[in-house]
């Protein structure tokens, strides 16, 4: 499994490297986006055509289910201090250069929701 916390991951991606109150906002929006907009159109694309338009489809909604933990998380972190304490300490430069690479774990369908649930069991 790959060294991916997801709670962690959507602290620095909503902080970066400045703490800007409206990146805070846009990464919020950008989770609760691509959970909802690529489980409709990957749902949209499956129920179109061929099998490999419904492949592509299953995929994709897939794929938008793994934004379902870090959108929680990121509502989570929205409320007021919430981001600050769960960054307390964090070397934020070098949080950016360790999940920025592996953000491209968001692309394998499923894991993010098996890392968040074995996370979850964790806490």
Do not use: K
Request: glycine share 10%.
């Amino acid at each position: 499994m790959p060294d991916l916390d997801l709670r962690r991951l959507a602290a620095v991606d909503m902080y970066g490297s400045a703490g800007s109150p409206v990146r805070r906002r846009v990464i919020l929006v950008e989770f609760v986006a691509g959970l909802v907009g690529c489980v409709a159109l990957g749902v949209w694309a499956a129920r179109g055509g061929g099998p490999v338009r419904a492949g592509f489809g299953a995929y994709l909604a897939l794929v938008g289910l793994n934004y379902a933990p870090l959108a929680l998380h990121a509502v989570r972190l929205s409320r007021r201090g919430a981001l600050d304490r769960e960054l307390a300490g964090v070397d934020i430069p070098a949080a950016l250069r360790h999940y920025t690479p592996r953000q491209f774990w968001l692309a394998v369908p499923v894991l993010p929701l098996v890392l968040a649930v074995r996370q979850a069991r964790q806490r």
